[in-house]
């Protein structure tokens, strides 16, 4: 904790201590992640993009500042630049599990449904006790018109998840469009019970 916090606190003042001493590679590297970090749950997305190519121009191959600076561009909205940077993490880190998500949900903001879906898969795959990803696979499912699959995600939510009303909703949704008025109108009672608990 205390190294962390640190590393925090170095990062608050990067700039002036670049200049007033020359910090070992790998740790200049850590104040960078950590300052990108702290930027991105801030909402200083600008700051964190101007972090993270700081840390790039040290060393292009830095996979975690690649990474940090797709979620700034995705939280700036630059939606192009945020799915290149998570193709190039995935490029050398093909198990990064974050990226794959991500790259899904920038892949359905493009309309590119099928590339969202097998991103959404891939992120399953490694991380499969991951509620929201069955949850946001199976929208993307659901938009392309695969009513089953996408019927089978969801219940891996909410299997996984029973005490979040949204992916009850959401299935309610899917079984009404489906003529399953029964199985609609329980996921929508469901889906109350859920927020009531709340």
Do not use: W
């Amino acid at each position: 904790m205390a190294r962390q916090l640190t590393f925090h606190i170095l990062g608050l003042y990067l700039d002036k201590i670049e200049r007033a001493l020359s910090l070992d590679a790998g740790d200049l590297k850590k104040i960078y992640h950590q300052k990108a970090s702290s930027c991105i749950k801030r909402g200083g997305y600008d700051a964190a993009i101007s972090t993270c190519l700081k840390s790039l121009a040290l060393n292009d191959d830095d996979i975690e500042a690649q990474y940090l600076l797709g979620v700034a561009y995705m939280g700036n909205r630059s939606v192009n630049k945020a799915i290149a940077s998570f193709e190039k993490v995935l490029k050398a880190d093909p198990d990064r599990t974050g990226a794959h998500f991500r790259l899904g949900v920038l892949y359905e903001k493009t309309s590119a449904t099928d590339d969202a879906i097998a991103s959404y898969k891939k992120a399953i795959n490694l991380a499969p006790d991951r509620a929201d990803f069955h949850y946001t696979l199976g929208v993307a499912l659901d938009k392309k018109g695969l009513h089953a699959e996408a019927i089978k995600s969801l219940t891996k939510a909410i299997e996984l998840s029973p005490d979040e009303d949204k992916y009850h909703y959401r299935l309610g949704l899917i079984y009404d469009g489906q003529g399953e008025h029964d199985k609609a109108v329980a996921s929508f009672k469901q889906a109350v019970e859920a927020e009531d608990a709340e």
